[in-house]
C-alpha cells in the first residue's frame, strides 16, 4: 500500500530536508544494488554519509560492512572495519573530554576554598599567640624593680595600653574572619544556585529535546509517506517500466522533483545542454540516461515509435 501527499504537505526545513536527501540516498542505493550496480550504490551512500552525523555514519558503514562481509568482499569489509572503529573512538575521545573537564572545573573551586580558609586560620593563631606571649612577659615584671610607685603604675598603663590595642586588633581579625566567612557562605549558596540553575537548564535542555523530537518525528513521518511514494514511483517507471499516462500533473512534478533531489549533478549537466525543456522532455532525457530502450519510453510514457520519434527530433533543436 502507498500513501500520496501533495507537495503544500511537506514541512521543509534545514534540518529535517537534510534528513530527508540522505533517506533518499539510501533508497537509490538499494534500487542500484539491486540493479547490479554496486558501485553507483555506494557512491550514492558516500554522498549520504558526508552530510550525515557521527552517530548515524557509524549505522550507515555497518550496514555496507555487513553487506561486503555478505558478498564476500572481505578487502573492502576490512576497509570499512576500519573506519568503524576510528569513528567509535573519536565519539568516546569526545565524551571522555567532557567528563574530565567537569570534574576539573569542581577540583579547582574546592581547592581555592580549603587555601583560603587554611591561610586565614594560621593568622588567627599566629595573633593569639602574640597575645598570650606579651600578657605573660607584661605579669612576670615585678613591680620592685621600678624606685617610684609612679614609675610602676606607667608600666602598668603601657602594658594595659599594649593589651587593648591587641585587643582592638583581634577584634578587628575576627571581623575580617566573620566576613571571609559570611563571604565563603555567600559563595557556597552561590555554588548551590549554580548547581539548581543547571539542573534547571537540564531540565529545560530535556524539554526542548523532547519537543524537538516531536516535531522531527511529525516531519520524519511526512518525509517516510513522500519516500513511499518515491520508492514506488522510482520502481514504477525504473524497474517496471510502468505507464505513467495515468498520472497527474502533481505526480509528475513530484516524480521529477524526487528525481532532481537525487540526481542534483545529471539534473545541472542537463539543463546546460539543453534550453526550454518541458516536463515530457526532461521524462524522456531521464529515461534516456537510465539506458531505456525506445519502446520502453513508448510504453512507459503511452506514445507510438512515430511520436516518439519527432519528439527526439524537437529536443536535438533544443541542444546549446
Not at 53 to 61: E, G, P, R, T, V
Not at 160 to 182: F, G, H, R, W
Not at 248 to 263: D, Q, T, V
Amino acid at each position: 500500500m502507498f500513501f500520496y501527499i501533495t507537495p503544500n504537505a511537506i514541512l521543509i526545513h534545514t534540518i529535517s530536508l537534510q534528513v530527508f536527501y540522505e533517506l533518499c540516498r539510501i533508497i537509490l542505493s538499494c534500487i542500484y544494488r539491486k540493479e547490479g550496480n554496486t558501485a553507483k550504490a555506494d557512491s550514492v551512500r558516500e554522498k549520504a554519509m558526508a552530510m550525515a552525523d557521527s552517530h548515524y555514519k557509524l549505522m550507515i558503514l555497518t550496514d555496507m560492512w555487513n553487506e561486503k562481509k555478505a558478498e564476500g568482499k572481505h578487502m573492502e569489509a576490512s576497509e570499512l572495519a576500519e573506519r568503524m572503529t576510528a569513528l567509535r573512538d573519536t565519539l568516546a575521545k569526545l565524551e571522555r573530554t567532557d567528563n574530565i573537564r567537569e570534574k576539573q572545573v569542581t577540583a579547582d573551586m574546592a581547592a581555592s576554598i580549603s587555601e583560603e580558609t587554611t591561610k586565614h586560620n594560621n593568622t588567627l593563631n599566629i595573633v593569639i599567640a602574640l597575645a598570650i606571649i606579651i600578657s605573660i612577659a607584661m605579669a612576670t615584671i615585678s613591680p620592685r624593680q621600678y624606685k617610684k610607685k609612679e614609675n610602676a603604675q606607667n608600666a602598668l598603663a603601657k602594658a594595659a595600653k599594649a593589651i587593648k590595642e591587641l585587643a582592638q586588633k583581634y577584634t578587628a581579625l575576627a571581623a575580617v574572619l566573620k566576613s571571609m566567612e559570611t563571604e565563603t557562605q555567600k559563595s557556597n549558596a552561590a555554588a548551590e544556585e549554580l548547581k539548581k540553575a543547571y539542573a534547571e537548564l537540564g531540565r529545560q535542555l530535556t524539554q526542548e529535546k523532547s519537543k524537538h523530537q516531536k516535531e522531527l518525528l511529525k516531519a520524519t513521518e511526512q518525509h517516510i509517506a513522500a519516500l513511499k511514494e518515491c520508492t514506488y514511483m522510482f520502481h514504477h517507471v525504473f524497474m517496471e517500466n510502468g505507464s505513467i499516462v495515468a498520472w497527474s500533473s502533481n505526480e509528475i512534478a513530484r516524480f521529477l522533483g524526487y528525481w532532481r533531489s537525487i540526481n542534483s549533478e545529471d539534473y545541472e549537466m542537463i539543463m546546460q545542454k539543453y534550453t526550454k525543456l518541458t516536463e515530457w522532455n526532461l521524462i524522456i532525457l531521464i529515461l534516456r540516461y537510465r539506458n531505456k530502450t525506445n519502446n520502453e519510453i513508448c510504453t512507459i510514457m503511452g506514445m507510438n515509435e512515430h511520436t516518439l520519434a519527432q519528439a527526439l527530433y524537437r529536443l536535438k533543436k533544443k541542444e546549446r
